[in-house]
Nanobody, 124 residues
């Protein structure tokens, strides 16, 4: 599986962005998809994840209620709708995929496939 993330950019605090992650390969619909982010000088952290059907979603406490993960298996694409953005959300955002995440959806080590990252900058 190859992943291509897009949609990052510069936005003012309180604004919105939607990230997309397009996947290649016919097995996309069987993969758990996740979004992680890494701010300068910090470790990569979990943001959100969606089960293979999209029926189960998980969020970091810091983004719960502001971010929404969704997926369109017909388009092999996962999205991250980010609303009410804060300067603390500034980071490079990565999408990730794996068929065997299980209950460890919040661990970056659970995912074997990663996109190249897209930069989100939120100005105050």
């Amino acid at each position: 599986v190859q992943l291509q993330a897009s949609g990052g950019g510069l936005v003012q605090a309180g604004g919105s962005l939607r990230l997309s992650c397009a996947a290649s390969g016919r097995t996309f619909s069987t993969y758990t998809m996740g979004w992680f982010r890494q701010a300068p000088g910090k470790e990569r952290e979990f943001v959100a994840a969606a089960s293979w059907s999209g029926g189960r979603t998980y969020y970091a406490d810091s983004v719960k209620g502001r971010f929404t993960i969704s997926r369109d298996n017909a388009k092999s694409t996962v999205y991250l709708q980010m609303n009410s953005l804060e300067p603390e959300d500034t980071a490079v955002y990565y999408c990730a995929a794996d068929p065997l995440v299980g209950s460890s959806w919040y661990l970056s080590s659970s995912y074997d496939y990663w996109g190249q990252g897209t930069l989100v900058t939120v100005s105050s």
